[in-house]
C-alpha cells in the first residue's frame, strides 16, 4: 500500500512537471527556455551555539542492506557531486536511510541542509518535516529544511530519508544541525 502511494505521488509530481514544461514552452513562443539549478539555501542561522548532529559524508543504515554505507551516495555520473560518491545508488530506485542521534536538553531549531537528486522526504522521530522535488545537478548543502522542536527529543533521535531517483543519475548526502541554549 505504501509503495503505491509513492508510485501515485511520483506520477503526480511527473505530470505536474510535465504540464508546467509544456505551460513554459508554450508561453515562451516556442523558444528555447535554459532552467537554471537552483541557488543554493544558505543557513541564516548558523551561530557560535549551533553543532552539527549529522555531518555530510556520515554513515547510516540503508534499509534492506546489512551493515551501514558512508554517503554520499550516487550513481558516479556526470555532476559535479558524483566525484564524491562513497556508496553506489543504482538509478531509478528508492533508497531509504537511517541514522540515530543525541539531542542534549533545550536544543532547538533542528535543521537538514540536503543535496539531492532527485526527490527526497525527511522524517524526524517518525514524523515527515518536508519534501523536496529537485532536478538537476546538486549543489552542496542546496536545500534547508527545519524541524518543528515540538518533535526533538532530549536524548535519542532517529533520522529518516527516504529519496527517489527517477533516472539519470542519482545522489544524496545531508548534514543536520541544531542550536544548543
Not at 512537471?17 to 505551460?23: A, D, E, L, N
Request: hydrophobic share 45%; charged share 15%.
Amino acid at each position: 500500500m505504501k509503495m503505491r502511494k509513492r508510485l501515485e505521488r511520483l506520477v503526480s509530481r511527473t505530470l505536474c512537471f510535465f504540464v508546467v514544461g509544456m505551460f513554459v514552452t508554450l508561453t515562451a513562443g516556442f523558444q528555447s527556455v535554459a532552467v537554471a539549478d537552483p541557488v543554493p539555501t544558505p543557513d541564516p542561522g548558523i551561530t557560535d551555539k549551533t553543532i552539527v548532529v549529522i555531518p555530510n559524508h556520515a554513515k547510516y543504515k540503508v534499509v534492506g542492506v546489512p551493515g551501514t554505507h558512508k554517503a554520499p551516495f550516487g550513481s558516479g555520473d556526470g555532476c559535479p557531486l558524483q566525484s564524491t560518491v562513497k556508496s553506489f545508488w543504482p538509478v531509478s530506485t528508492v533508497i531509504t536511510l537511517k541514522k540515530g542521534f543525541t539531542l542534549p536538553p533545550g536544543a532547538h531549531n533542528l535543521r537538514v541542509q540536503l543535496s539531492i537528486d532527485n526527490d527526497a522526504e525527511i522524517f524526524i522521530n517518525g514524523t515527515s518535516i518536508g519534501v523536496v522535488t529537485h532536478g538537476f545537478c546538486p549543489l552542496v548543502d542546496e536545500f534547508l529544511i527545519i524541524s518543528p522542536d515540538p518533535l526533538l527529543l532530549v536524548g535519542p533521535n532517529v533520522l529518516k530519508v527516504v529519496a527517489t531517483d527517477l533516472g539519470g543519475e542519482s545522489f544524496i548526502d545531508l548534514r543536520v544541525l541544531v542550536d544548543l541554549p
